[in-house]
């Protein structure tokens, strides 16, 4: 998901742009999903995540 902004950010050593593939991976490419914010259990209940805390999990 690309997030578009109300104004311009100023980068720096906490903010800085990504480069994004130009394509999709192949099927079966094991990838990594990293993030914060709620996570979100099969039951619907959220639970927010320590900002100091990055969570991570590996997708095949």
Do not use: F, H, Y
Not at 9 to 27: F, K, N, Q
């Amino acid at each position: 998901m690309l997030l578009k902004l109300d104004r311009p950010v100023a980068l720096g050593v906490s903010v800085r742009p990504i480069p994004l593939p130009r394509s999709c991976a192949p099927p079966g490419t094991t990838c990594l999903v990293s993030g914060w914010g709620t996570v979100t259990t099969p039951q619907g209940e959220g639970t927010s995540r320590n900002p100091g805390v990055i969570a991570g999990v590996t997708l095949e």
